[in-house]
């Protein structure tokens, strides 16, 4: 991988550290000479992601963080601060889905609605705690890391901020809309934060991952004896590139974003990283 020389140095936060993509994030940071602050509420899967760097001579911390507890992050942010110093890049990788505000069918029949099947979950018997659970896990999840580690950014002459958003942000899947929902959250999110810090030198970007088969989402798109689902089978027809991502190909979105000498002028946008997902308009 090129190096970065603008990056070396540098402090990351990552929140979501431990899971499959951000932990790809934290160590392509690592790999350029950036300290990376490996935050998750897995503290074990931080560290794991943290000794895996500091094995490979890199210059990491795990720090266990709920995203959705203010003063959570703001002890993250002293311990980073303490041990790193203030934070240039903000990752805001948090997030997920949960089960409530999932239905099990792509489309409402009408036989959903005149025989009770407890198999069956609809639109109409989603949780309004588990979708305000998925909506803040990822919306909220995002912001409040923001307000606590963007203060010291602030005064800083160059930092950047990328969230994670989804191809979800564009073309709400079927099944998830609470998921959805949020990730489209994230995507506006991102343009306002551009805007409202542009005078502080802080630039504010997202990608948007397309499909990579991890284990967040493994029974969503292969069944128990590895043959893929038929949802895996509709992703694939619907992506020119007919595969999946591969977590180390977001590298390169990752650090073109971080760089200023390659994205100096670029704030307020969107990498989609899909394979032409969002492209292809089926025909």
């Not at 203030?86 to 997920?96: K, M, Q, R, S």
């Not at 099947?117 to 588990?130: A, M, Y």
Request: some cysteine.
């Amino acid at each position: 991988m090129n190096k970065h020389k603008s990056l070396e140095g540098k402090v990351a936060v990552v929140t979501g550290g431990g899971g499959v993509l951000c932990s790809g994030f934290s160590k392509t940071l690592a790999e350029q000479g950036v300290k990376v602050a490996v935050l998750d509420l897995n503290l074990d899967a931080a560290k794991k992601v943290a000794d895996e760097i500091e094995a490979l001579g890199g210059t990491a911390m795990a720090v266990q963080c709920d995203v959705l507890d203010k003063s959570s992050v703001e002890k993250a942010r002293d311990e980073v601060y303490e041990k790193f110093g203030a934070c240039d890049i903000l990752l805001n990788g948090a997030g997920g889905n949960n089960p409530r505000g999932t239905t099990t069918k792509e489309t409402l029949e009408k036989i959903d609605l005149t025989e009770k099947n407890e198999d069956v979950k609809t639109f109409f018997d989603l949780d309004p705690q588990g979708i305000s659970f998925v909506f803040n896990l990822n919306f909220l999840g995002t912001l409040i890391p923001t307000q606590v580690f963007a203060r010291d950014m602030a005064l800083k002459d160059d930092s950047c901020i990328i969230m994670i958003t989804s191809m979800n942000a564009f073309r709400p899947l079927t099944k998830i809309p609470a998921y959805s929902a949020a990730k489209a959250a994230v995507a506006n999110f991102t343009q306002f934060m551009a805007v409202h810090f542009a005078d502080m030198g802080i630039r504010v970007n997202a990608i948007a991952p397309g499909f990579f088969s991890t284990q967040q989402n493994k029974t969503l798109l292969w069944n128990e004896d590895g043959t893929p689902t038929a949802r895996t089978g509709k992703i694939l027809a619907a992506t020119p590139m007919k595969r999946f991502g591969e977590p180390e190909e977001l590298s390169g979105a990752l650090l073109f974003l971080c760089d200023k000498e390659y994205s100096g002028f670029v704030t307020g946008t969107t990498i989609a990283v899909d394979g032409g997902f969002n492209a292809y308009s089926g025909v």
